[in-house]
């Protein structure tokens, strides 16, 4: 059971648009939403990254936006770029003991190409 | 400083063949993963281990055993591979900070396995 839903499955926009990918989540235990990019063949990097007591958060042309009472999250590429042509994922992750990690919860992925 | 190492980067097994795929890190991360990654799923937890000398299911434990040899390696085996355990399996690493609840994860390149 997918306990983080992505959308849409693939996208495609052209240089300088905006690329919007959305997540929904079920469980309100959830304390921390990243997105991870990957380039083809390599594994996958933090992007970004929003707790759940803030309604945005941007780094350069990337923006988080979390809106917790609809449980919903999405990602925003501002100027979208061929270097952005990658797959975005997002997840979700409940702190488990004080001394052990926090484990993560995967959307399904984005495959995004942005045309040039 | 290399990050976190996966061997082999592709392996082709029969199926009921055994193999084990490493994976080490040299951050002094106190906790391991292993993922396996499928088109349309995302990445799907396998194994984890907290802290040296753990290890628990996560998701998709079934068929997989591991081991955490140190706090630098940690293991993933599959005793009896089946096709349906072809995939890019992925191992991340992460640490800890008490005061922060969440913890970014480092992947690693990946391994694509195919079981024939």
């Known amino acids: 059971q997918q306990q983080v839903k992505q959308s849409p499955q693939s996208l495609i926009v052209q240089k300088g648009g905006i690329s919007i990918i959305n997540c929904a989540y079920e469980?309100?235990?959830?304390?921390?939403f990243p997105w991870y990019q990957q380039f083809p063949g390599k594994g996958p990097a933090l992007l970004i990254a929003?707790?759940?007591?803030?309604s945005e958060k941007k780094e350069g042309r990337f923006t988080i936006s979390f809106n917790k009472s609809a449980k919903q999250f999405s990602l925003h590429i501002m100027d979208s770029q061929p270097g952005d042509s990658a797959t975005y994922f997002c997840?979700?992750?409940?702190?488990?003991?004080?001394?052990?990690?926090?484990?993560?919860?995967f959307g399904e992925g984005t495959q995004l190409t942005v045309n040039p | 400083n290399a990050g976190v190492t996966q061997t082999p980067k592709f392996q082709v097994l029969k199926t009921g063949q055994s193999m084990t795929l490493q994976c080490a890190q040299d951050?002094?991360?106190?906790?391991m993963y292993w993922y396996r990654q499928d088109p349309g799923m995302g990445l799907r937890l396998i194994y984890y281990?907290?802290?040296?000398?753990?290890?628990d299911k996560g998701e998709v434990p079934n068929g997989y055993n591991v081991s955490r040899l140190n706090k630098r390696e940690f293991s993933l085996r599959l005793e009896s591979a089946a096709p349906s355990q072809t995939s890019v399996y992925f191992c991340?690493?992460?640490?800890?900070?008490?005061?922060?609840?969440?913890?970014?994860?480092?992947f690693g390149p990946g391994t694509r396995l195919t079981v024939l």
């Open positions: 929003i707790r759940p007591d803030v």
């Open positions: 991340a690493s992460s640490d800890r900070i008490r005061w922060i609840s969440y913890n970014e994860q480092f």
């Open positions: 281990s907290a802290s040296e000398g753990t290890t």
């Open positions: 469980n309100t235990a959830f304390d921390y």
């Open positions: 997840a979700a992750s409940i702190r488990t003991k004080e001394t052990s990690g926090s484990r993560l919860t």
């Open positions: 951050m002094n991360h106190n906790s």
